[in-house]
């Protein structure tokens, strides 16, 4: 199949490397130097968004935020200049869902269709082929994009229409995001205290406390190893969807509300671009 992917950082480097492999054709826009082995690989680097939309039948985005996909989607060259009908565009990406929903229609009055997926599962998910893939599409774009969503992910599911899949990420931000200050919180009481650190995590590894959080972000705050991962801007960008929403529906998250003010501190404190693990560093440093 022929194939484009646009964004090709810490996560769509390893995605779009998957579908090279794979055989498929691959296009690929903005090669810099970490992402030149991909066209080592077999991927074909072209000039502009607008040139990998006409080259391939499915475009995949994978970029930071919702100004990042609408100016790739519909800046000057954008993807959107590239759409025909029987083309179908799907966005990675974490970004807003009520943008989603906006661009995808705006996408249906080139003819061609929209699907959200974003992902969870990180940096190791997307080289281990492992992701968390949640997708809002018709079912029938669901079942055209599968096959491409194996080779990158294992846990796929169609969560409902256009924008669900963003909304089931933004739930999945607020719970990982309020379990990395759980662990932080308890493991900093438990240094404090004078206790041996990786010892406790053993221990409660073992008990009710357990979680993925506690053993992956766990490790990383005892070890103090903060090189992203996942970044503390991005984090904080995914919090700002959930109070948007949040807003937008009068709903009250007084805990996620504090977690964006915790996340703003910490880009004050230049850990922007830690990763979220790093959240540990405003209790204890
Ligand atoms: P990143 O910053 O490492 O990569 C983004 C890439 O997009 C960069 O290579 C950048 O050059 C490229 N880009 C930006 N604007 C562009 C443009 N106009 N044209 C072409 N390329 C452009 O980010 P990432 O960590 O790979 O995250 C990507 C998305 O996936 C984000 O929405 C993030 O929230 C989400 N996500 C990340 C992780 C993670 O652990 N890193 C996990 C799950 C989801």
Do not use: W
Not at 18 to 36: C, N, T, W
């Amino acid at each position: 199949m022929k194939i484009g992917f646009i964004g090709l950082g810490v996560m769509g480097r390893p995605m779009a490397a998957h579908l090279i492999a794979a055989g498929h054709d691959v296009f690929l826009h903005r090669v810099k130097d970490a992402s030149q082995p991909l066209v080592e690989a077999g991927g074909k680097a072209l000039g502009t968004a607008r040139a990998v939309a006409e080259a391939a039948e499915i475009t995949i985005l994978m970029l930071p935020d919702t100004p990042d996909v609408e100016a790739v989607l519909f800046g000057p060259d954008g993807v959107a200049e590239g759409c025909a009908p029987g083309k179908l565009v799907i966005d990675m990406s974490s970004i807003s869902p009520g943008a989603t929903k906006a661009f995808a229609a705006r996408i249906a009055e080139t003819g061609a269709s929209y699907a959200d997926a974003p992902v969870s599962g990180g940096e190791v998910g997307a080289k281990a082929a492992s992701l968390t893939i949640m997708v809002g599409s018709s079912e029938a774009d669901f079942a055209r994009a599968k096959p491409l969503f194996e080779l990158m992910g294992k846990n796929i599911t169609r969560i409902g229409g256009v924008g669900d899949g963003q909304t089931a990420k933004v739930t999945n931000q607020v719970i990982v995001g309020l379990t990395i200050q759980a662990v932080a919180e308890g493991l900093a009481l438990a240094k404090a205290a004078g206790a041996d650190v990786a010892k406790v995590r053993e221990a409660l590894m073992g008990g009710f406390a357990a979680s993925r959080i506690l053993e992956v972000h766990g490790e990383r705050m005892i070890k103090r190893t903060f090189d992203p991962g996942f970044r503390i801007r991005l984090h904080r960008k995914d919090i700002g969807l959930a109070m948007e929403a949040a807003k937008s529906l009068e709903l009250y998250l007084p805990h996620a509300a504090s977690l964006q003010q915790l996340m703003n501190k910490a880009l004050a404190d230049g850990l922007g671009d830690k990763d979220h693990s790093a959240l540990i560093s405003l209790l204890q440093d």
